[in-house]
């Protein structure tokens, strides 16, 4: 694979990349450090890049390899003394839907990072069982078996019965729209 050519892959799988950061890093600022570590690995080693395999594997592969060590090394040293960043996490909602979705990213938080990998990758990115299982390292049975437990704790997190109908609007926004005249779809 020419230079050229692999600059052009490499370009597009940029917004992927950052997605799945996002739901490893869960902050923009660290996604975004992650996406250009792994650029930067991926591009100084494209030799060893094997043409015609997968680059979105090989690149998730270097992300989430990049990510971990990362995590070894933080798990070393002493980050948010002041609570600056944590601080920032209780912040009230600006619209409809936004307490849920607070909600959601607490439950998600509390996942152990490979059933959040593995989340991400089945279902928010579609990937197949087979190719999280590649990218992650793993046999395929460790991939269900991950994404089962996962959905099984965000739903347990998050108080979701199997037969209860999802709701975008929260009940105390209900009640203040419905107070104040106001109805909601």
């Not at 940029?14 to 250009?36: G, H, I």
């Not at 989340?119 to 999280?132: P, W």
Request: aromatic share 6%; glycine share 6%; with cysteine.
């Amino acid at each position: 694979m020419n230079r050229q050519d692999a600059k052009a892959e490499l370009v597009g799988h940029m917004k992927v990349l950052r997605a799945f950061a996002m739901s490893l890093t869960r902050n923009s600022a660290a996604a975004d450090d992650l996406v250009q570590d792994t650029v930067l690995k991926a591009w100084s080693n494209m030799e060893s890049f094997e043409e015609g395999s997968n680059m979105r594997a090989w690149l998730f592969t270097i992300l989430r390899n990049t990510f971990y060590s990362s995590r070894r090394k933080a798990a070393r040293e002493s980050e948010d003394v002041d609570g600056v960043l944590t601080s920032k996490l209780a912040e009230k909602p600006a619209h409809d839907g936004r307490l849920q979705y607070a909600d959601f990213l607490k439950a998600f938080d509390t996942l152990p990072p490979e059933q959040r990998e593995v989340l991400t990758l089945v279902g928010a990115l579609q990937y197949s069982y087979e190719e999280a299982a590649e990218m992650c390292g793993v046999k395929v049975g460790t991939v269900k078996s991950r994404l089962n437990r996962g959905r099984e704790a965000l739903a347990a997190a998050m108080q979701i019965s199997e037969n209860e109908p999802m709701e975008l609007t929260d009940n105390a926004t209900r009640a203040v729209v419905a107070a104040n005249g106001g109805m909601i779809g």
